[in-house]
């Protein structure tokens, strides 16, 4: 897809917005895959991923790929873990920094006191080195 970089960033940034509301929202099994694979048409590699949208939409998809906590398949997207894992992978080393610097904000934070999206950290983080 090409687009201009001021364009890639507002969509990037909008659909960071969307996807983190459809994690809030209801169904959002159902509801992230959809904005994550429209975010993953813009990204193909880490050079594709405009600096601007880096900090909020690593903090997003982390937040999503670790979860809700609950108990109904682990409170993940069971077709969301993939494109999660993709987009995590194929960030360069900026992109990781701002991926661990999201563990420290209150809306990721939190979900590390639950054992469930400890866990999902836990099976990300050994996968990494698979990933690229």
Known sequence: MFESLPARVIAL??????????????????NEPPFMKEILSYCRTSVDIPNEPVPKLTRV?????????????E???????PLYDKFLGMLDDNGVANCIASL???????????????????????????LR
């Not at 998809?61 to 398949?73: A, E, F, I, M, T």
């Not at 209150?106 to 950290?121: A, F």
């Open 104 to 130: 420290f904000f209150p809306e990721v934070n939190s979900k590390l006191h639950n054992q469930i999206c400890q866990k999902h950290l836990v099976r990300f983080c050994k996968s990494c080195g698979k």
């Open 75 to 81: 409170g993940v997207s069971p077709s969301g873990v």
């Open 61 to 73: 998809v982390l937040r999503c790929r670790l979860g809700r906590g609950l108990s109904y398949r």
């Open 13 to 30: 940034e909008n659909l960071s917005d969307r996807l983190d509301d459809a994690h809030d929202g209801w169904d959002n099994f159902y």
